[in-house]
């Protein structure tokens, strides 16, 4: 996938009740994701292995290669099991 500099990024992991969102990050620069990946893995062979994928290292090698930056983000929550939440 390319990421164009500016745009916002919803980094998730999992599926079905696994499903998580991890953050929100607006991208420094244009990117290839299958290109950065690969060059991670250059630089940390063993998390290419099955079950061995760290997400906060990886994060956290995005910032420091300063492809993103973190932004500060709110979650408003509007329904629950088809029922919206007043409350957010």
Excluded: H, N
């Amino acid at each position: 996938m390319k990421i164009s500099k500016g745009q916002l990024i919803l980094i998730s992991t999992g599926d079905y009740s696994d499903y998580g969102i991890l953050d929100t990050f607006r991208a420094l620069r244009d990117f290839d994701t299958k290109e950065v990946i690969e060059c991670y893995f250059t630089k940390y062979p063993l998390q290419s292995e099955q079950y061995e994928f760290d997400d906060d290292i990886f994060i956290l090698w995005l910032i420091s290669e300063q492809l993103v930056v973190e932004l500060e983000t709110v979650e408003w929550k509007i329904s629950s099991y088809s029922t919206v939440d007043m409350d957010g």
